[in-house]
């Protein structure tokens, strides 16, 4: 029996695939899985093909990657040269995104550090929750949206 042919219903799929069914609702909506055939019940129907899509797509996020990074890879041909070079082209600006991501989580943990080391408990009023308020008190150094536009989704 063909794989492909066999029909799950969208929580079966979400079991075979470890993807929730929210999530691939979501990503029929974005555009990641083509929408699930509707049977006489109107339940979504979903091959193996679709769950083994599902399973890249999980294996894919699961490595940090922006659906926009998951969408590029599906798109792509194992079996042509030019869309192993994409491949590559696309791990190598998510590896500049994981590397930049680590520096940014090595100086957040000097500072939550720093920050740590500030109160041992022995005084009368907890300097680390003193500083946090200074630092609420003090104007942001980046504005919010420069900072969000940072993210990588």
Known sequence: M??????????EA????GVAAANIRYYEKEGLLPPGVRGDNSYRL???ADVHQLRFIRLCRAM???LHEVRTL?????SRKEDCDAARDTLDDHLQHVRA????????EADLLALRNRC???DAHCHIIEALHARADAPPAVPFAT???KRHV
């Open 14 to 17: 979400a079991l075979q695939s």
């Open 64 to 66: 940090d990657m922006s």
């Open 46 to 48: 979903y091959s193996g």
């Open 147 to 149: 900072a969000a536009a």
């Open 2 to 11: 063909d794989q492909n042919a066999v029909q799950f219903r969208i929580g």
């Open 74 to 78: 599906l798109a792509l041909d194992w």
């Open 120 to 122: 041992d408990g022995t």
């Open 101 to 108: 991501r680590l520096a940014e989580l090595q100086t957040l």
